[in-house]
């Protein structure tokens, strides 16, 4: 099946003061029609630098130094900034972090949700307006009309999430970016969240990409994972493939860094130490110093990605055949 | 980071069968920043040095400072001298600047004026410091009915037109150096007093306030410690933006006749009594105070910008 | 929202009675009576007797001051004492509608070019357009308004010859001086608006907007301009104020006959009911102007109308 979005060897750089910032060094995905593709890391590690790439939002002193993101057969790397507006909202929308600060407090709720559809779409006030309560219901929003003439602080944090999603799907895109989309709400209200994606993309069919930190979202959520470290996919696989069968040190580390409540003896270990300076990152693999099973040659040689099973690909020197004593200790590992 | 990375990338044949053993723990190094880390006041100072335009600006009021003291020592003549036989002369060895119509040296009289000037704005300046910044710290460390009643008072001062203000005093004390002094101070301090007031409400429940509060530590030393070194950067700003402002309503009043008196000289009133010079033609009349003035204002103008930018506390880490 | 409206008009008057009561204060400390002499000659104790009597200066302090109070609280600020033919109130007539005029293009003149040159460095931000009108920016704020004026009529009416040097008589003779005026407040605007443009363009609302692939103009025109004007509607006072004052230097350079004339030769001449007149006068327009720029911010950020009315 032809992928609808197709990100190749994808680089991505910053100019800062002290010098250049390699914040993605070449990541690879796909996502197919009606997928959930979830991109986990932590915090600096370029998954959101990634997904606002795919929307056309980087911008000085941000810049795609290499690669493409072929969309639909369209190469969106490529598009002037006029004809990326044309697939902005349109064909790819995005739901942003914090609820509270991605609506404009100065606008009613209907100006902010009608505008797509009347510049993008050129329908009427009218139309527009129709189409806005339809969304908010769908969105499980009560009293669309009264919402509507409401201002962003008038309403909760949830609510306002809502209206964010609603406001990205107005336009049917047929692909959706979650930028860690519950993180800023209260956990009784992130479940509810992502029920409401559950059943927009039961209804739709919308492919949606989602970047968390949030190992638990990532479970309710994803068919295929994404981990990434230091601008770097390490590891991509099926949900089952990545919670269940993974053999990269810091997926493993990652996983049992969360709480887990079918494992009561299980003892959390943070990973320690912090991700390389993307100043200057390492020559070899990004992870080395953090990894208890680094070797010299994890210091010395970027690893390269190797399939570990069908959909299941790995960068780590541990499936190197001469490692093969490394990877048993890792495996027999708690870790 | 760690030595091993050093070395050239090796191609892939050439990766040694020995390197796929587990390291050392000894082995990786323990990992430090890499990057210099300045510190803020260096960092500050370095980004000061790099604006152009700021640089220029603290050049200039340096020099002008020197001139201000050197200048009219230098001249042969005072601040005050006539000669009828030397009216209206253009520039000359003699009369670097020219003379008036009163034949008063113009080079004297331009540097006794920015001495008034450059009292004027230091003055403002230091006000600003003691009563702004007290006030305003009072009124956001103490909080509460403190602080409500200090800031009515300062929306009444600042609901009064200032200048209008400064135009009564003059009425009541008559016009000279002192007037335009006292008259500044009452007014010009409420913008300092609503920064550093701002400055401490934010501060004031910030991590490390509160914790040095639940240690136990005396106001004073939180002051001293905590509040005052984070706020200084935005107090040297505003002190500098003040001196501008400060500089103009002493030309302002001297302009309309109701600050420095004859036969002293301010740039103001040396703008006022050559507007004639714009008819008549005697250019230099009208060119130094005018130049004197508008560049003095600028030099603070852009210095006071280049330290905002260099002391942004976004840029605090 | 009601409730609000009147505790800033109970305010307003308030800070209108604190001024009053300055004025009337200071303009009795001065020591002496402004009839010892008249057009330079000493006047004899009866003729003087007879002026203080006319003009209640013979009573009491206290009784003094209720007279005051009641002509500020009736807008009749009784007789001039150095033109006796006028009254303060036919001095304001006279001259305010000039002066008003003046302040009123100024500002109007110095909002909208203050406005595109600040969203123009904005956008352009570090680059050659916001150098150049970040350079204007801090020259306007730089040269004295006297000074400009001064300038402007040496290139423009006696080099060039293209605009008459004074008076307010044609849209020609305004030119000068609005321009003269403007400029200080146009650079601040600009300034302001220059920085809060960008600070508001790095919030997360307009990365909202841009990634509903809204035009870029748009995006600053609805989404940012709003929030950009903010801090510029609280300085609108501060700006009046100087516009107002601006207007005396203004006025007494290109011989406009406003109401800055008078007030500056009431000065000169202690006339004292013109002094108060005009102060008064001139800080309830300030004043009212004010309390027109709080209405106008509630209007423009839906924030704060919500919150006063919690809070009544």
Request: with cysteine; hydrophobic share 45%; aromatic share 8%.
């Amino acid at each position: 099946m032809e992928p609808l979005l197709e990100v190749k060897q994808l680089h991505i750089q910053f100019q800062a003061h002290g010098g250049t910032v390699k914040a993605v060094r070449g990541i690879d995905f796909t996502i197919g029609k009606g997928e959930t593709l979830a991109i986990v890391g932590e915090s600096g590690c370029g998954k959101s630098v990634s997904s606002l790439a795919i929307m056309g939002l980087i911008d000085h002193p941000g810049k795609i130094t290499n690669g493409s993101i072929i969309f639909k057969g369209k190469d969106l790397t490529r598009l002037t900034s006029k004809e990326m507006r044309k697939v902005q909202g349109i064909d790819i929308s995005m739901v942003f972090q914090d609820p509270m600060t991605a609506l404009n407090p100065t606008l009613t709720i209907e100006s902010q949700l009608i505008e797509g559809l009347i510049h993008q779409k050129k329908m009427s006030k009218r139309v527009a307006k129709k189409e806005a309560i339809k969304v908010l219901e769908w969105v499980g929003i009560s009293n669309p009309h009264e919402r509507l003439k409401q201002y962003p602080h008038q309403l909760s944090g949830g609510m306002r999430q809502r209206i964010v999603i609603a406001m990205a799907l107005i336009c049917e895109p047929d692909l959706l970016i979650a930028d860690e989309p519950t993180t800023a709400l209260d956990v009784t209200i992130q479940a509810q969240i992502l029920d409401l994606f559950e059943s927009i993309q039961k209804r739709t069919g919308i492919s949606i990409v989602i970047i968390t930190h949030d190992l638990g979202v990532v479970a309710k959520m994803a068919d295929r994972i994404a981990v990434m470290y230091a601008g770097r996919i390490v590891e991509m696989g099926s949900k089952r493939q990545v919670f269940y069968h993974s053999e990269h040190p810091y997926t493993r580390a990652l996983l049992n860094s969360v709480v887990r409540l079918d494992q009561t003896s299980h003892s959390l270990k943070p990973i320690e130490g912090s991700p390389p300076d993307l100043f200057s990152p390492p020559k070899g693999c990004a992870f080395v110093d953090r990894c208890p099973f680094a070797m010299e040659v994890c210091g010395r040689v970027q690893p390269q990605k190797s399939r570990l099973r069908e959909g299941h690909q790995i960068e780590c020197w541990l499936q190197d055949t001469r490692a093969v004593a490394v990877r048993k200790e890792m495996l027999a590992s708690q870790l | 980071m760690s030595a091993m990375r050093i070395d050239e990338v090796p191609s892939t044949n050439e990766i040694k069968d020995e390197w796929f053993k587990k390291r050392n723990v000894e082995n990786s190094d323990v990992e430090d920043i890499t990057r210099p880390s300045l510190s803020y006041w260096k960092g500050a100072w370095y980004r000061l040095l790099q604006n152009k335009l700021a640089m220029f600006g603290l050049i200039f009021i340096i020099l002008l400072a020197i001139m201000a003291i050197l200048g009219p020592v230098m001249s042969k003549y005072s601040v005050s001298y006539q000669s009828l036989q030397e009216q209206n002369l253009s520039p000359s060895m003699k009369h670097w600047f020219g003379t008036d119509d009163l034949g008063r040296d113009v080079f004297t009289r331009t540097w006794y004026g920015a001495r008034i000037s450059l009292t004027v704005g230091l003055l403002a300046a230091l006000v600003d410091l003691f009563i702004g910044v007290i006030y305003g710290g009072i009124s956001g460390y103490k909080g509460g009915t403190v602080d409500s009643v200090l800031m009515r008072i300062i929306e009444i001062l600042y609901g009064l037109p200032y200048l209008l203000v400064v135009i009564l005093m003059m009425v009541v004390m008559g016009p000279g150096l002192f007037t335009v002094i006292v008259a500044l101070t009452i007014t010009g301090w409420t913008g300092m007093a609503r920064i550093v007031r701002g400055q401490v409400l934010q501060l004031k429940n910030y991590e490390f306030v509160l914790a040095s509060r639940s240690f136990g530590s005396p106001t004073l030393r939180i002051v001293k410690k905590d509040l005052i070194p984070n706020t200084i950067g935005q107090i040297i700003v505003q002190m500098t933006l003040t001196v501008p402002s400060a500089i103009f309503a002493e030309a302002f009043l001297s302009f309309l006749g109701l600050g420095i008196q004859a036969p002293f000289a301010s740039w103001g009133t040396m703008a006022n009594d050559s507007l004639s010079a714009i008819l008549t033609g005697y250019w230099w009349q009208l060119f130094f105070p005018a130049f004197f003035i508008s560049m003095t204002m600028f030099a603070f103008n852009v210095l006071g910008d280049g330290l905002q930018h260099a002391l942004d506390p976004k840029l605090r880490r | 929202m009601m409730n609000f409206i009147f505790r800033r008009l109970l305010a307003m008057l308030l800070t209108i009675w604190v001024i009053a009561t300055l004025t009337f204060i200071l303009m009795h400390a001065i020591p002496g009576s402004p009839f010892n002499s008249h057009n330079g000659k000493q006047l004899n104790e009866t003729v003087q007797k007879n002026m203080e009597m006319h003009y209640n200066l013979d009573k009491p302090l206290p009784i003094q001051y209720l007279i005051y109070m009641k002509s500020v609280a009736t807008f009749n600020y009784g007789p001039s004492i150095k033109h006796p033919n006028d009254t303060v109130n036919s001095l304001i007539s006279d001259g305010f509608p000039v002066s008003f005029e003046l302040g009123m293009i100024t500002l109007i003149v110095a909002i909208i070019s203050g406005l595109i040159l600040g969203v123009l460095a904005a956008l352009k931000a570090n680059h050659f357009i916001d150098y150049v009108a970040m350079t204007i920016a801090v020259l306007g704020i730089s040269i004295p308004n006297f000074v400009l004026a001064s300038l402007l009529i040496q290139e423009f009416s006696v080099n060039l010859g293209w605009l008459p040097p004074s008076m307010w008589t044609s849209w020609k003779s305004e030119v000068l001086p609005t321009i003269a005026l403007a400029t200080g407040p146009m650079a601040i605007i600009a300034r302001l608006i220059r920085t809060s443009m960008i600070e508001v363009l790095t919030q997360d609302y307009i990365r909202t907007a841009r990634s509903k692939g809204l035009s870029p103009f748009l995006i600053v025109m609805k989404h940012a301009l709003k929030n950009a004007l903010l801090p510029v509607i609280t300085l609108l006072g501060t700006l009046a104020a100087g516009i107002l004052t601006g207007t005396f230097v203004i006025e007494k350079i290109f011989a406009i006959p406003g109401m800055g004339k008078y007030f500056v030769d009431s000065i000169n001449s202690r006339d004292y009911p013109v002094i108060m007149g005009t102060t008064v006068f001139y800080s309830s327009i300030l004043i009212v102007l004010l309390f027109i720029v709080d209405m106008a911010y509630g209007w423009l950020d839906p924030r704060i109308k919500l919150h006063k009315k919690e809070v009544s």
